[in-house]
């Protein structure tokens, strides 16, 4: 007994007709349109914040005039063959950056003897450059930089004050310079930024692959939008246009 063989069927080639069009367009601007109001709400909250206190500006040390030298400060000879030497104040007193072949260190002007960054000394540098009043909440090295302090070299000190701003201030665990405060105003503008720029891994760049993905897709959603809304209308409806009768 033979089995009739049974022909498998064709399938349709699929068309690029205004129905597939109008589908593709749905989805696509339902997830572009979800990060439309994204850019919208994330650019209206940034422009609410307060900017001072985003930036810090409210709490960066003003520049000051230094006191008049020591005249037992030691001459850079004293510390033999270096890169770079610089003079600076701590809060400490004068301080020797120097730059060798060991790195980048710091020795005091006066006694030559090498002067290490502790939490307390951060703790201090920190309320000083950024003057804070009010009492330390706590101190925590970082061997890396975390979001907050993501432009700065660690190691650093992030002394956390217990204000109103719960503010984060980043000093150098190598050279004792004030790096950077942050409060809370600017952790929301940071979370808002990165929302707005799509970059959520590192919230600097505005020109990475999602974002350009995002942007053709825009570009892609409008030329389709125009190409449905023409399908959309008939000849007919443009007859008050040309001057013809509304019924021929």
Do not use: C
Request: hydrophobic share 45%; charged share 25%; no cysteine.
């Amino acid at each position: 007994m033979k089995m009739d063989t049974i022909a498998p069927r064709k399938r349709k080639p699929v068309r690029l007709s205004p129905l597939l069009f109008r589908r593709i367009h749905k989805w696509v601007g339902l997830i572009l349109g979800l990060q439309f109001v994204l850019w919208t709400v994330s650019g209206a909250v940034m422009a609410l914040l307060d900017m001072e206190k985003v930036g810090g500006h409210s709490a960066a040390p003003p520049p000051t005039a230094s006191s008049g030298w020591s005249p037992d400060i030691k001459t850079p000879a004293t510390f033999g063959k270096v890169e770079a030497i610089t003079l600076r104040n701590l809060v400490s007193g004068p301080v020797f950056e120097i730059k060798d072949e060991r790195g980048l260190r710091l020795a005091d002007a006066r006694t030559g003897a090498p002067v290490v960054i502790e939490e307390q000394l951060a703790a201090d540098i920190a309320r000083s450059a950024f003057h804070h009043e009010v009492p330390v909440r706590s101190i925590e090295r970082l061997e890396k930089p975390n979001l907050e302090a993501r432009e700065h070299a660690a190691p650093m000190w992030r002394v956390n004050f217990a204000d109103e701003e719960n503010s984060s201030s980043y000093v150098s665990a190598v050279t004792g310079k004030p790096l950077v405060n942050r409060g809370d105003t600017w952790r929301t503008w940071d979370f808002v930024w990165m929302l707005h720029n799509m970059d959520y891994v590192n919230r600097t760049s505005f020109n990475h692959p999602l974002i350009i993905f995002v942007g053709f897709g825009a570009l892609w959603l409008s030329f389709t939008g125009f190409y449905l809304l023409f399908k959309s209308f008939r000849r007919r409806e443009f007859n008050w246009v040309l001057g013809k009768e509304k019924f021929e």
